[in-house]
């Protein structure tokens, strides 16, 4: 459809449109809101929680095998109660988001990275450990880094 043609170019023009005066890199900032977010999870934050403290509201996410993508919060949060559902309660416990040691692509407001999350296996739930890699847009709000697009497939970068 044209809106799933658009949208690189739209990523594009939001990631190198401004001025070429040179941006600090928010990788640190990034990884702070990743650790924020497993100490979350450690402390037993809720689906709703987590995906306020990890997405922008406007969320769109797009994964392997999935018919449609996911819009916005509400979605997201269910998308993540689904996963952590599937993992078992354990194995939330067993998983670890990391920022990829590559370089980002960005802007004073926008953060492109790639983005691993790896989860032990949790039998009888999770019979072999997983990897999912994703590619995270971030955007820059008010309360911080927070992803705006995000595509996951299985398995290493």
């Known amino acids: 459809n044209s809106r799933s043609i658009a949208l690189p170019f739209l990523i594009a023009g939001a990631l190198f449109s401004g001025n070429s005066v040179a941006q600090s890199d928010p ?40 018919q449609d993508p996911t819009i916005g919060i509400q979605g997201a949060t269910t998308a993540v109660a689904d996963h952590w559902a599937s993992i078992g309660p354990e194995g939330l416990k067993n998983c670890e988001l990391s920022l990829a040691d590559y370089p980002g692509v960005f802007s004073e407001t926008i953060y492109a990275s790639f983005v691993v999350l790896r989860c032990k296996a949790n039998p009888p739930k999770v019979m072999e450990a997983q990897n999912i890699r994703c590619l995270y847009v971030w955007k820059k709000l008010p309360q911080g880094w927070r992803v705006a697009m995000f595509q996951w497939g299985l398995g290493n970068l």
Do not use: C, H, K, W
């Open 27 to 66: 990788r640190e900032e990034i990884r702070a809101t990743i650790e924020a977010t497993q100490i979350a999870i450690a402390n037993g934050v809720s689906p709703a929680e987590f995906s306020r403290m990890l997405y922008s509201p406007d969320i769109i996410e797009v994964g392997e095998g999935l």
